[in-house]
């Protein structure tokens, strides 16, 4: 049976509910907040910051560095430092204070085009220079925090590759220079492989048409790009159809030489020609004619020709016994090398610096320059050979022998070189089947 509420009692409940229902109404502040933090945690991430995580991300930020302005400055001829820094407007404080960071990187040596950058704040104030000396070194001047500047020097390794040339000696590129700079040799390098095999091949007197050269040397790469020659590995020379090798070696105690495929020395102890890259305009006669004099007088010696002031190189380790002049041998220089040898420099234009009597020499240093003082029709060298006292012909004579590798060497000898023996071995193949090819379609 329903039980029905008595009226008094439902007044009693609506009455109860309204008062409570104004109590939530006009209840403080802080209940409606707590009410919205809960509901926070469960909405998105807003990606509006607060005032909050501003601050902390304030805190957090690294600083963006302040902005730097470079520019270029190249140098002119008779530049230094203090005039470029004086067309920048550069205080000569600031150059004393870089001069000192730079300590042994000596930047009072500048050399005209090369570019040096300057850098600036934002307030204008020089903050560095760096000057690149070559394609593998930076030096770097920077200010740092505490207002003083420091140097360092920034250095490329390059990337080393072997390269292979070979050319043939033709009428057109008749002597190794000429070769060489058909192939796109350096004149450094072309040097180097004259005084390689300088003491068995005269290049003044002893190249044929048809003599023939292989290189093997280190290339030196930067992104690709080949910036310099390196040391020559190997290197093999065809004169008259008689082979010459040479291959580098440095032994384990560091002893750096070249020597032919069984390690025996290229090095003598004289050298053939002491000017490079001259031609023979008269060889050793004892019945010669004398050009000037018109009668028979002994040429006791071998004629250079060559450009005035070409280098004239000691022909061997010795001392110098005489740096003098006479008229009929012009400006002259004699070397004592030991007890027997004695070899003889004459017409010279000039001396070299440092040589006088007394003065010792190493083989293959300039001692004079070719000129043509004293009885001599143009430029040329006229050298001596004399073995105890008596003259010998410089072409022919026997030279004495540098070191061999040492025998507790020879097998670490074999396995350094035989795989550059190989290489050479593979060009020479290939370059004698170029020529094959050629003296077959010649012969047609």
């Keep these: 049976?329903?039980?029905?509420?008595?009226?008094?009692?439902?007044?009693?409940?609506?009455?109860?509910?309204?008062?409570?229902?104004?109590?939530?109404?006009?209840?403080?502040?802080?209940?409606?907040?707590?009410?919205?933090?809960?509901?926070?945690?469960?909405?998105?991430?807003?990606?509006?910051?607060?005032?909050?995580?501003?601050?902390?991300?304030?805190?957090?930020?690294?600083?963006?560095?302040?902005?730097?302005?470079?520019?270029?400055?190249?140098?002119?001829?008779?530049?230094?430092?203090?005039?470029?820094?004086?067309?920048?407007?550069?205080?000569?404080?600031?150059?004393?204070?870089?001069?000192?960071?730079?300590?042994?990187?000596?930047?009072?040596?500048?050399?005209?085009?090369?570019?040096?950058?300057?850098?600036?704040?934002?307030?204008?104030?020089?903050?560095?220079?760096?000057?690149?000396?070559?394609?593998?070194?930076?030096?770097?001047?920077?200010?740092?925090?505490?207002?003083?500047?420091?140097?360092?020097?920034?250095?490329?390794?390059?990337?080393?590759?072997?390269?292979?040339?070979?050319?043939?000696?033709?009428?057109?590129?008749?002597?190794?220079?000429?070769?060489?700079?058909?192939?796109?040799?350096?004149?450094?390098?072309?040097?180097?492989m004259a005084a390689l095999f300088q003491w068995d091949i005269s290049f003044a007197l002893d190249l044929r048409e048809g003599d023939h050269f292989v290189v093997l040397y280190e290339g030196l790469y930067v992104d690709d790009s080949l910036i310099r020659e390196g040391e020559i590995l190997a290197a093999h020379f065809t004169n008259m159809g008689q082979p010459f090798d040479a291959f580098r070696y440095e032994d384990p105690s560091g002893k750096v030489g070249y020597f032919d495929h069984a390690g025996v020395s290229l090095r003598k102890a004289f050298i053939r020609d002491p000017v490079h890259f001259s031609y023979v305009s008269s060889s050793f006669n004892l019945n010669r004619m004398h050009p000037i004099h018109k009668r028979k007088m002994p040429h006791r010696g071998i004629d250079y020709a060559a450009a005035r002031g070409t280098p004239v190189l000691a022909a061997g380790d010795g001392k110098v016994i005489s740096a003098t002049r006479n008229e009929a041998s012009g400006k002259f220089i004699v070397l004592q090398h030991g007890e027997?040898?004695?070899?003889?420099?004459?017409?010279?234009?000039?001396?070299?610096?440092?040589?006088?009597r007394g003065a010792s020499v190493k083989q293959g240093q300039t001692i004079g320059y070719v000129g043509s003082t004293g009885w001599a029709t143009g430029p040329h060298l006229h050298y001596e050979f004399l073995v105890s006292g008596s003259h010998r012909n410089p072409r022919t004579v026997t030279l004495p022998d540098a070191d061999p590798v040492a025998r507790i060497y020879l097998d670490d000898f074999k396995r350094a070189t035989e795989p550059l023996h190989a290489q050479l071995q593979v060009q020479l193949a290939l370059i004698d089947t170029s020529l094959s090819g050629s003296n077959a379609q010649g012969s047609r």
């Design 1 to 192: 049976m329903q039980r029905l509420i008595p009226s008094l009692h439902l007044k009693a409940i609506l009455a109860l509910s309204f008062i409570a229902l104004l109590i939530a109404l006009f209840l403080p502040s802080r209940s409606v907040e707590s009410t919205h933090a809960v509901l926070t945690l469960d909405l998105p991430a807003d990606d509006t910051p607060t005032a909050s995580d501003s601050n902390e991300n304030a805190v957090n930020e690294t600083p963006a560095p302040p902005r730097e302005n470079w520019h270029m400055e190249t140098v002119q001829e008779g530049d230094n430092l203090s005039l470029i820094f004086k067309r920048a407007g550069i205080s000569a404080t600031t150059l004393h204070h870089i001069l000192e960071a730079a300590e042994g990187n000596d930047l009072k040596r500048l050399d005209p085009g090369q570019v040096i950058e300057l850098g600036y704040d934002q307030n204008n104030r020089l903050i560095g220079i760096r000057l690149r000396r070559d394609v593998l070194t930076t030096i770097e001047i920077l200010r740092t925090v505490d207002d003083r500047f420091e140097s360092t020097v920034h250095t490329v390794e390059p990337t080393i590759k072997p390269i292979v040339k070979f050319a043939t000696i033709t009428k057109t590129h008749s002597s190794l220079y000429l070769a060489g700079q058909s192939i796109a040799m350096s004149d450094r390098l072309i040097m180097e």
């Design 340 to 356: 027997q040898y004695t070899t003889k420099y004459l017409h010279l234009s000039n001396f070299a610096k440092g040589i006088k």
